[in-house]
């Protein structure tokens, strides 16, 4: 197994034990709500979620077929086993994709883009959920990258950039939502006691939330129709009906023939 694999695996390992903790718990609750208001009115035949960690966030919608791409086959969720930057999936196969907190921990979030850009239909929809780096889980994510341990090692991307990059690949961003006011602190009773703050600061979607949600729809090409030139009409032939048999008449007089 190579380094690279092996540090994917173990990261998506911590990751979903984080998330057990009362701050992973409160994370994943916030994130259900704001995912709730886009995910539920998005309909489809497939979903797929790329996520950092054995989750599944796609609960609340109502798309029939769901399944994760996951980078260990040890895991309760996952039904496909790859590399998140490299989708074993034909080119627009599915209806909707969530990238649950998978850009914050690529090696190369350009090239996963682009796969998720792939394997979507014309008019898909696209969600990502990341941590905000101009919050206090940003602070704490700059100064907890030298300890190693998750969730603070990974590399955050500001919503202002990907909603940059999402246009460059024909993308329309149609909501971001901000959440997670509460400080990062492991801490059940300072969890409660800033989740009432962070109530009114999420209904005035303030832009310093801890996590940000994206949802962006593929745009379709425009088809222009091809026409074929008109060709020119000899002037004798004015005031005939054209058609698929039509030819031009003769210029000499005939009579009719009844019979």
Not at 166 to 175: A, G, H, I, N, P
Request: glycine share 6%.
């Amino acid at each position: 197994m190579s380094n690279e694999k092996y540090n994917i695996e173990r990261n998506f390992t911590d990751m979903t034990q984080w998330l057990e903790t009362p701050l992973g718990k409160n994370l994943l609750d916030i994130e259900t709500s704001l995912l709730e208001q886009m995910i539920n009115r998005r309909f489809g035949y497939h979903l797929l979620q790329l996520s950092c960690a054995d989750v599944a966030v796609y609960e609340d919608s109502p798309i029939g077929h769901k399944f994760c791409l996951t980078p260990s086959t040890k895991v309760k969720n996952g039904s496909l086993v790859a590399q998140a930057e490299a989708i074993p999936l034909a080119a627009e196969a599915v209806d909707m994709v969530v990238l649950h907190h998978v850009l914050d921990y690529s090696s190369d979030p350009h090239q996963l883009l682009r796969e998720a850009d792939r394997v979507l239909i014309a008019g898909g929809y696209l969600l990502i959920i990341g941590f905000n780096p101009f919050s206090t889980w940003g602070v704490r994510h700059r100064f907890g990258r030298k300890a190693g341990k998750s969730p603070w090692k990974s590399s955050l991307l500001s919503s202002f950039r990907l909603s940059d990059w999402l246009k460059l690949l024909d993308f329309k961003v149609e909501q971001i939502h901000y959440g997670l006011y509460s400080l990062p602190v492991n801490s059940p009773g300072l969890i409660r006691y800033s989740s009432l703050l962070g109530k009114l600061a999420q209904r005035l979607n303030w832009p310093t939330g801890g996590i940000y949600v994206i949802s962006a729809k593929k745009q379709a090409l425009a088809m222009t129709p091809i026409r074929e030139p008109w060709k020119a009409i000899p002037s004798k032939t004015k005031g005939l009906a054209l058609g698929d048999n039509a030819s031009i008449a003769p210029t000499q007089q005939h009579k009719k023939t009844l019979h």
